[in-house]
């Protein structure tokens, strides 16, 4: 019964000295209004880290660009017709550029294919050798 008036008294003392501690002055804390003022200057300069971030700090952003969107939909179709567009998600220059369209028909390139195959000048499928060249076709 001592142990537990002991440990009482010695709350309530701890919590007379620290209460001061906890106590916040209204006169110099902002107003909750000043604080969301406060956050959304931070958002509109983009100051602020993004939701669940603990890494390093973000990288800023991009200046915003002087083009209207119309003609830079149709320079990004001219060249995607050009095929000279990247790859979505690619990383750089060492992705190869999209191979040209072909300009002839389907039915003489089969025609063209098949020729080649009969006079078995065909590289067979599957995998390069190891100098990059297709493998020699096998004799029949």
């Not at 916040?24 to 509109?44: E, G, I, L, M």
């Not at 119309?70 to 095929?83: F, H, I, M, Y």
């Not at 072909?102 to 020729?115: G, H, I, Q």
């Amino acid at each position: 019964m001592r142990s537990i008036t002991i440990t009482a008294l010695a709350a309530a003392a701890c919590a007379l000295v620290l209460q001061p501690v906890y106590a916040q002055d209204s006169a110099t804390s902002p107003s909750r209004a000043d604080v969301k003022a406060q956050t959304r200057a931070a958002n509109k300069a983009g100051e602020l880290a993004p939701a669940g971030s603990l890494g390093p700090e973000r990288e800023p952003k991009a200046a915003k660009s002087n083009k209207a969107r119309a003609p830079v939909k149709a320079e990004t179709r001219r060249l995607n017709k050009a095929g000279q567009l990247a790859p979505a998600g690619s990383l750089g220059p060492e992705r190869e550029p999209k191979a040209a369209r072909s300009n002839k028909a389907r039915a003489p390139v089969k025609a063209e294919t098949r020729r080649l195959n009969e006079a078995g000048q065909l590289a067979p499928a599957g995998p390069l050798g190891l100098d990059g060249a297709p493998k020699a076709a096998a004799p029949k």
